[in-house]
């Protein structure tokens, strides 16, 4: 399967932007879809992650309560919904699968960047 983040941009701190991530190819065959993201010279984080089947969330603490994870079986897409964004929340974002509840992710798609000035 391949992965295709989209959604990324400019906004300003405070705005809101909506991330999605769709499979191609065939349909996602994961046990959990995870968004990450990564900020320039430091390592890839998970920001969120949402279980395929039943839609249990896990949210970084760098983002609860601002971001809302969800996805949409019949398009095959998962999105990342956040708000309140803050400066640091700038970095690239990726969304990759976990195949059988290992949190071992793989199919990463590219990722959208993400930038938010303050």
């Known amino acids: 399967v391949q992965l295709q983040a989209s959604g990324g941009g400019l906004v300003q701190a405070g705005g809101s932007l909506r991330l999605s991530c769709t499979a191609s190819?065939?349909?996602?065959?994961?046990?959990?879809v995870g968004w990450f993201r990564q900020a320039p010279g430091k390592e890839r984080k998970l920001v969120a992650n949402?279980?395929?089947?039943?839609?249990?969330?896990f949210y970084a603490d760098s983002v609860e309560g601002r971001a809302s994870i969800s996805r949409d079986t019949a398009k095959n897409t998962v999105y990342l919904e956040m708000n309140h964004l803050k400066p640091e929340d700038t970095a690239d974002y990726y969304c990759?699968?976990?195949?059988?509840?290992?949190?071992?992710?793989?199919?990463w798609g590219q990722g959208t960047q993400v930038t938010v000035s303050s």
């Open positions: 990759a699968v976990d195949r059988d509840g290992t949190a071992h992710f793989d199919s």
């Open positions: 190819g065939r349909a996602f065959s994961a046990y959990s």
């Open positions: 949402i279980s395929w089947i039943g839609g249990r969330t």
